[in-house]
């Protein structure tokens, strides 16, 4: 089955850095990759996904770069805020209907 | 804007018991999924459910587990036999449409404690 690898899983940054957290995968077939933020307690949120016949999707400061060829994908957070603290998680998703997570990232915006 | 939800939002049981999870997917979606987190881990698939059959399983929904949709909103999922691996946040989600199933929403989860 599929396997989702995620790094780093903790990351710091200052306010108004940027930044990037990086996901792999095993499975050729899989052809969908949501991002979930999730806030201590809460649910997942879909924050933003990319299907494998585009490179790269913006939406306001998060963007999400894929690279099939190297099975990898990424989530660029710009101009961080302290709200964008949370644990961030990737997900690929092949042929069913399966989500696939890694292990998350749990990302902390220094004031 | 809709969203998925779940109740109750914490239930303690002791191992042995069953234990039903409910869940009212948004309205107009047609594919309905439970997950599960256990404490400080990734989220695990366990189900996906689609035109009032189970399309896909895990290793990890065994014969103690099972998913129902008794009526037009909930979507439940019944464990038998609760054992204190069983502790886990379980959630809910549903997708599409107009999306497609891959954008899965997800309830807020039920903290299911066992004893």
């Known amino acids: 089955g599929e396997n989702v690898e995620q790094h780093p899983s903790t990351l710091s940054v200052q306010e108004g850095d940027s930044a990037v957290i990086k996901c792999t995968y095993s499975d050729s077939a899989s052809n969908y990759f949501p991002w979930y933020k999730q806030e201590l307690g809460k649910r997942p949120q879909l924050i933003i996904d990319i299907r494998s016949n585009v490179g790269e999707k913006k939406d306001q400061r998060i963007a999400v770069t894929l690279n099939k060829t190297a099975k990898h994908f990424s989530l660029h957070i710009t101009e961080t805020q302290p709200e964008d603290s949370a644990v961030y998680f990737c997900a690929a998703m092949a042929g069913s209907y399966q989500l696939t997570f890694g292990k998350g990232t749990k990302l902390s915006v220094i004031p | 804007e809709p969203e998925v939800t779940q109740t109750p939002s914490h239930q303690v049981t002791q191992m042995g018991q069953e234990v039903i999870l409910r869940c009212v997917p948004i309205s107009n979606h047609l594919y309905f999924y439970w997950y599960r987190q256990i404490l400080g881990q990734k989220v695990e698939f366990l189900v996906s459910?689609?035109?009032?059959?189970?399309?896909?399983k895990s290793e990890i929904f065994d014969d103690q587990f099972s998913v129902e949709r008794p009526d037009g909103s909930n979507f439940t999922l019944k464990i038998r036999s609760t054992k204190l691996e069983d502790s886990a946040m379980y959630f809910c989600?549903?997708?599409?449409?107009?999306?497609?199933?891959?954008?899965?929403?997800f309830g807020p989860g039920t903290r299911l404690t066992v004893t």
């Open positions: 459910f689609y035109n009032n059959e189970i399309s896909e």
């Open positions: 989600a549903s997708s599409g449409p107009p999306a497609g199933p891959g954008e899965q929403y």
